[in-house]
């Protein structure tokens, strides 16, 4: 894990998402909203609480890379956080630090001829630094 | 002598104007073992980048044809550590995604356009990785056809793109399945191998030499063709 | 009428039948779609975070090339396309300061001056033209075709690029409606296919799919239409992995918009239905009399 602190965690996300994290009321329609959160092990409300809860530990998350940025739930917010910019926020962090989730070359070659080429360019944008 | 200033990885050397930079390296002291093959700006081996003083741009070039300027700071960049893919053109074929299955980088183009601005050649490099994206094979060909492979476009790619590399399978593939194919040329052949052209081959090789000169020098000339 | 039109990656390769069909329904509508040059990839996915400049290059450029067009609008078929230039421009629009860093990168183009308008395709159908001309125009009406709309994410969110509303849109059941056919209201109509994660992540793709088409086949639905390549290879070729998933899962087949729009405008869907669908449309189009002229 990067070694942050709380605070280093919470201005990092916040300046890199330009959202006020502390808005958030923890009212979880973000998470109602989630199409992907059966797959999450942090729910996107409790990402949002342990960013203000200081703890560092949401990067281990695999929350932050099954988001897909589809904006169900910036769309919901009732106090206008875009929690897609914050989940992007803690991906970039990762990235930024050489930590990739996404081998190209080890795509299977089956997949290589079939998916479009906008899954490899998003899939490349969102999971490699 | 008309001399002007160089640096070479930071120390100054005056060196005769009108030099190119290979030839200033070389009046320097400095012996190319690597980094330099056919000096007529042709294999691509002198890429070299340099800055002038008075501008930030960072500039590219191949030393065996760059002239030296007063002020310029350079290094050579001969060669771009990007391994080739693998593969049996006998076994490929042009199809959308052949370029993105052995060089499934070029996703990552962010369109930035530094390859262009690198390319001693002016090819429209991020055109033709921006067409490879969309398998537009012929489009590659095209606008890479005179590439020598210098790879200063893969040193300067924020993205890790291997550019030359891409842009060579292309030709391949254009050269072996897209490009028309000369039907004069296999007519000919055909020609050849059926015999054709078996007695006049018997008579030239039976003629003495002298008679053969006279031949020669009275052959027909295309007007505008010649060395 | 011309419009300048932008086309996409995927449009080049595994979703050919969506630019053919579009092209050829819009021609019979009057619309010629004239490919911008020398375009390249849009990005796909937006720049999320508020330093990232270098992924606003790629859309920023293709929007100074409607500029050299001499045009100030530019149609999109592809839903990620639309999405990723229309927020890129209203980005630059809302930081000043921004635009001007790029293009003082963007040192070998012409300054972006922010006049581009960027459309979807169903924005110039509802908009320009008008779903009432449009059904004036059927001549082979889908009666009795029961449609899923499918929306997905990109059409509508966030709310400042969305082409309709993000909860209860109603754009493509107007289309559907224009055309003769029945729009089939499904819960999953705006929820998200899985995207990228058909690269890594393939089984929870199948899962979105599963829920996606079982839904819509349980409402009744016989057909999805989508607005994106990359929603369409999940929905619909992704169907095999579903199949091996998940027992009973009864295929449903997938087209693009524009294809059902050409049908109902009576062209030969031959001209554009190629062996990209995994799960052929033909057996359903021929059910409804719709596969001859």
Known sequence: MLELSSKELQRAVEELSGQKVFACYQCGKCSASCPFAAEMDLTPRQVLEYIMDGRVEVLNSNTIWICASCFSCMARCPNGIDISKVMEALRQLLLRSGRDQLDLLKIPEADLKEIPQIAFIAGARKLIG | ?227 | MKVLYYPGCSLKTVAESFERSAKLAMAALGVELVELERWNCCGTVSALTTDDLMHQLAPIRNLIRVQEAGEERLVTLCAMCYNTLKRADLWVAQHPEELAKINAFLDEEPDYRGKVRVLHLLELLRDELGFATVKERVVRPLTGLRVIPYYGCLLLRPREVGLDSAENPRILEDLIVALGAEPVDTPYKTQCCGSYHTTTHKEIVAKRAHAILSSAREHGGEVLISSCPLCSFNLDNRQRLVRELYDGFAPVPVLYFTELLGLALGLDPQAWISEQHYVDPRPLLEEHQLLKR
């Open chain 2, 1 to 227: 002598m008309e001399t002007v200033r160089i640096y070479i990885m930071g120390k100054e050397y005056s060196v005769p104007a009108g030099l190119t930079v290979m030839k200033a390296m070389e009046y320097a002291g400095y012996k190319f073992i690597r980094g330099a093959g056919c000096r007529a700006g042709f294999c691509g081996a002198c890429g070299t980048v340099y800055r002038k003083e008075d501008e930030y741009k960072l500039r590219f070039a191949v030393a065996c044809q760059k002239l030296v300027e007063d002020g310029m700071y350079l290094v050579q960049l001969p060669f771009a550590p990007a391994p080739r893919a693998s593969y049996d053109l006998e076994k490929i074929r042009p199809s959308d995604n052949v370029l993105l299955k052995f060089y499934p980088e070029i996703a990552r183009c962010v369109a930035c356009n530094t390859c262009t601005k690198s390319c001693p050649q002016e090819i429209q490099v991020m055109d033709y990785i921006q067409a490879a994206l969309r398998g537009d094979i012929r489009r590659v060909a095209e606008l890479s056809f005179d590439c020598i492979q210098c790879g200063l476009c893969s040193m300067r790619c924020p993205a890790d793109i291997k550019h030359y590399h891409v842009a060579q399978l292309a030709r391949r593939l254009y050269g072996k399945y897209l490009a028309p194919k000369a039907e004069h040329l296999a007519q000919r052949v055909a020609e050849i191998e059926q015999g054709k052209f078996n007695a006049e081959l018997d008579r030239l090789t039976r003629m003495e030499r002298k008679e053969l000169t006279k031949l020669y020098e009275a052959r027909q000339i295309e007007e505008g063709v010649g060395v």
